[in-house]
């Protein structure tokens, strides 16, 4: 169970950090998912196929036990997940640029002409 929880905690913990500070779980989160099946599935035959049982030394799953191998992988994502929304929550307020002023022009020539200016 462990080699399971520790595989599935790496494959969803790749989906919530792929974004940072903005939550993992945005689009487009289809082909992150797309991605994330090659190494589930590969957990799931490790567990299933005999010649990887024996090699890995791992063992068939129960029902039971897939959802709590699921349950505990999720948890590293969920704390994940709030520490991100705690730390936007947190964040000052991005400051708001007139984009028309920013890339005019004439902003350059006031610009230098303040610098001059004694006093």
């Known amino acids: 169970m462990t080699f399971v929880v520790m595989g599935l905690g790496t494959v969803f913990n790749a989906l919530t950090n792929r974004r940072d500070p903005t939550s993992g779980l945005t689009a487009p989160i289809l082909q992150a998912l797309a991605i994330s099946l090659v190494p589930?599935?590969?957990?799931v035959l490790?567990?299933?196929?005999?010649?990887?049982?024996?090699g890995l030394l791992t063992t068939t799953r129960s029902g039971l036990q897939w959802l709590e191998?699921?349950?505990?992988?999720?948890?590293?994502?969920?704390?994940?997940?709030?520490s991100k929304w705690i730390r936007?929550?947190?964040?000052?307020?991005?400051?708001?640029?007139?984009?028309?002023r920013a890339v005019t022009p004439g902003r350059a020539v006031e610009s230098r002409?303040?610098?001059?200016?004694?006093g």
């Open 40 to 43: 589930v599935a590969l957990i």
């Open 46 to 54: 490790a567990t299933r196929l005999p010649g990887l049982q024996a």
């Open 69 to 82: 191998c699921v349950g505990l992988a999720l948890l590293l994502p969920l704390v994940v997940e709030v």
């Open 88 to 100: 936007r929550r947190r964040a000052p307020a991005a400051a708001v640029v007139d984009a028309r």
């Open 113 to 118: 002409a303040q610098e001059r200016k004694p």
